[in-house]
């Protein structure tokens, strides 16, 4: 088990940039593959990239392919989500979750696989 924290998150306007991030505790964080989700009002946790644990393979959503970027830094215990041109349609509050040992493309992109939470941060794009 991993504890999962995120940050980062705001209100910016369109076309700004923010960088989430995800701090986990625990000493098995390179065990884990890590995946951000986001979740708009009345609508359905969907994801948004995921980063495998071997071998930093990424997964893009193809809404932000181009736009955002999932990265991981193993001796800091931290996932980050770099994101670029932002657009009133990313508003959403964005989790970060861990699946152990997790690799590929149809486990990580589906959030039911993810044994591990978050407890979300809100991003806001005005226009």
């Known amino acids: 088990q991993v504890q999962l924290v995120e940050s980062g998150g705001g209100l910016v306007q369109a076309g700004d940039s923010l960088r989430l991030s995800c701090a986990a505790s625990?000493?098995?964080?390179?065990?884990?593959?890590m995946g951000w989700f986001r979740q708009a009002p009345g609508k359905e946790r969907e994801f948004v990239a995921a980063?495998?644990?071997?071998?930093?393979?990424?997964y893009y959503e193809d809404a932000v392919k181009g736009r955002f970027t999932i990265s991981r830094d193993n001796a800091k215990n931290t996932v980050y989500l770099q994101m670029n041109s932002l657009k009133p349609e990313d508003t959403a509050a964005y989790y970060c979750?861990?699946?152990?040992?997790?690799?590929?493309?149809?486990?990580?992109?589906?959030?039911?696989?993810?044994?591990?939470w978050g407890q979300g941060t809100q991003v806001t794009v005005s226009s």
């Open positions: 979750a861990a699946k152990i040992r997790g690799i590929s493309a149809t486990t990580l992109r589906n959030r039911h696989e993810y044994d591990n």
């Open positions: 625990g000493r098995t964080f390179n065990t884990y593959s």
């Open positions: 980063i495998s644990w071997v071998g930093g393979i990424t």
